[in-house]
């Protein structure tokens, strides 16, 4: 009888080192699974980065310095134009409807920090009012002055650049109906660089100057 005993306790301790060792196996396994899976999330992520890098570049004509050019600065399309307009924008009574219609491009150009000469191009189709969208605009944010120099623009849009009261530097064009308009921005390096991708903020409003800036 105590042989049997014992041979059995001898199974179970057997079977409780099989399965410490496959557990001790198990976690190892998941371990180093976990450490692969992190490795791989790594190199994405460094690819990512490197991909971000070539899109941007290739966006970029030239090597930066001036005269270089940056396209897409901004770029987007608008199917409704009413439907872009924000509550703060609508005056009373206001009739929701495509045109006419501001649009007002927040630069990220402040004159109260920024001495940055700037030429942007706005191109597109507005296909609501048979228009090809053909817009240069250009000035100098000089915060010496606190205030924007020479600015001059060209276009059929009625393009204007103004200064919000904080000092924003804003384009701004005109739309008499912007049922499906598709757009985009491009930027030229005159000084002060380049601006960032993405930099520049839309706003739609039937008013020519902001209600909230």
Not at 77 to 105: A, C, Q, R
Not at 172 to 201: C, Q, V, W
Request: hydrophobic residues 35%.
């Amino acid at each position: 009888m105590t042989q049997a005993i014992d041979e059995l306790l001898g199974e179970v301790t057997s079977a409780v080192s099989a399965s410490t060792e496959q557990t001790t196996a198990s976690q190892a396994l998941a371990q180093e699974v976990a450490g692969k899976m992190g490795a791989i999330d790594a190199k994405v992520a460094e690819a990512k980065l490197e991909l971000d890098g070539y899109i941007a570049d290739s966006e970029v004509i030239g090597d930066g310095s001036a005269g270089s050019r940056r396209l897409n600065v901004f770029r987007t399309m608008i199917y409704e134009g009413k439907d872009h307009v924000p509550e703060s924008e609508k005056p009373d009574n206001w009739v929701p409807t495509n045109g006419p219609l501001y649009l007002h491009f927040k630069t990220g150009l402040n004159t109260a920090v920024d001495v940055s000469m700037f030429h942007y191009r706005i191109g597109g189709y507005a296909y609501g009012q048979s228009t090809i969208i053909d817009e240069t605009l250009v000035g100098y944010s000089y915060e010496p002055s606190n205030t924007i120099h020479n600015i001059n623009t060209d276009g059929n849009l009625e393009p204007v650049v103004y200064r919000a009261p904080n000092g924003d530097v804003y384009l701004r064009i005109k739309s008499l109906n912007l049922y499906f308009t598709g757009l985009y921005i491009d930027a030229m390096h005159i000084t002060g660089g380049l601006p960032d991708k993405d930099s520049i903020e839309l706003t739609i409003s039937p008013n020519e100057t902001l209600n909230n800036y």
